[in-house]
């Protein structure tokens, strides 16, 4: 429904002068819908100007939010969800960055700037389609295959390299695109000119993909993955991961994946956050897998496991103790000591320390370096009691 206000808003303030469709969906919507995968996000093209969008929305009793104006992009917001409605467009000006736009008319001069023929698929209100590239026939055969020709649309903006490897990873069957591929080998020293932000983000979204690991493999041949990790990537270790993971059930996670391809040292996890730029959410995490030592898991999840996840951090345990399952597994098979004692620690709860730095200066400490290593002399017999020495206990061995 809300797709549809949005169509209809933009379909009644179309200029009279203007033959055919006001607006069209277009992009991954059309794509995914046309070969059954979920529909995310919902893009509209339109032959209106940015004004003329705003005032259609509004006119329709929709919100108008300019969030791109310049570029020619208003996000409407239709029964409570987000649509972007961008005007056509044709580049006057790029520099493998960013572009300079003008506004357009022409649909097929729309398409013609797109990056791959099967991202660039357009559909009326009532489902007919424009494919003037047969993306479709792409969609539908697992082909990602630039738009005329690939390098002259890599050096537009460099990112589509990371972006054919990207949709190859969730689209694609097979060998990648032969001329793809040879043009992003030529292109791939102009990487280094795109924001660390804009990478991370393209190569997260890769990791996340259900499969990457040809795709993945294909980047390292290319020599793309080396511009991008200063470090031999651990594809082996990268594969074995996959496979623990669709043995075991569990979701595909970026960042353990990211950790998988690295050595776990902490200097190089420290190197890797610069290079990407990643959140500070994220360099913690890899710096504390980083940090994690090699943990042992006896067959059952008694209280010796529960200490190390206490000592170690649980988020840090569970990416070090998934990496050595993966590691460990016969024929992709995660072994069932593992998955027992990692089942424990995604419910484990972290008990909380009785004992707090007012308990002791009420003993007589003074606040200081005294403290703070009687609190740490506490904590560790606390831990190796099982968590189960009582606040009086501990207090009367102070």
């Known amino acids: 429904p809300g797709a549809r206000a949005v169509m209809a808003a933009l379909a009644a303030a179309k200029p009279a002068n203007i033959d055919g469709e006001a607006a069209r969906f277009v992009g991954g919507c059309v794509r995914n819908a046309l070969i059954g995968a979920p529909v995310d996000d919902v893009d509209i093209a339109t032959v209106l100007s940015p004004d003329a969008v705003i005032a259609a929305l509004e006119a329709a009793g929709l919100r108008a939010v300019p969030t791109g104006v310049e570029h020619g992009t208003v996000t409407a917001i239709s029964d409570g969800a987000p649509y972007e409605v961008t005007t056509l467009r044709r580049d006057v000006e790029t520099d493998g960055r960013r572009a300079v736009v003008a506004f357009s008319s022409d649909w097929r001069e729309d398409a013609s700037r797109r990056d791959f023929r ?17 993306g479709a026939r792409d969609a539908a055969a697992g082909a990602v295959i630039f738009i005329g020709d690939a390098d002259a649309r890599i050096r537009e903006d460099y990112l589509r390299i990371l972006r054919f490897f990207r949709f190859n990873a969730w689209y694609g069957r097979g060998r990648p695109d032969a001329e793809g591929l040879k043009a992003c080998v030529r292109q791939k020293d102009g990487l280094g ?33 080396r511009a991008l990790v200063r470090q031999v990537p651990h594809l082996d270790r990268f594969s074995a991961l996959l496979v623990a993971e669709a043995d075991a059930g569990w979701a595909p996670d970026p960042m353990l994946r990211l950790a998988s391809l690295l050595s776990p040292r902490a200097d190089d996890a420290a190197r890797l956050c610069d290079d990407m730029k990643v959140s500070n959410a994220e360099r913690d995490r890899l710096a504390a897998w980083a940090a994690a030592e090699t943990v042992g898991v006896a067959s059952d999840a008694g209280a010796g496991l529960e200490k190390a996840l206490y000592r170690t ?11 050595a399952a993966a590691d460990a597994a016969e024929d992709g098979v995660v072994s069932p000591a593992w998955r027992k004692a990692i089942t424990h ?43 189960a020495e009582s606040k009086d206990a501990l207090l009367a061995e102070v």
């Open 193 to 225: 000119g795109l924001s660390r932000e804009r990478v991370w983000k393209e190569l997260k979204k890769l990791l996340a993909a259900p499969q990457p690991g040809i795709a993945l493999r294909w980047m390292h041949t290319a020599g793309v993955m």
């Open 313 to 323: 951090g649980k988020e840090a345990w569970l990416d070090a103790a998934r990496l």
């Open 118 to 134: 099967l991202n660039a698929i357009y559909a009326s209100a009532d489902g007919r389609l424009f494919d003037p590239f047969d």
């Open 345 to 387: 620690a995604e419910s484990w709860e972290r008990p909380l320390f009785p004992v707090t730095g007012a308990d002791l200066i009420a003993k007589g400490f003074k606040p200081g370096p005294e403290l703070g290593e009687a609190l740490k002399r506490l904590e560790e017999r606390w831990i190796d009691s099982g968590f």
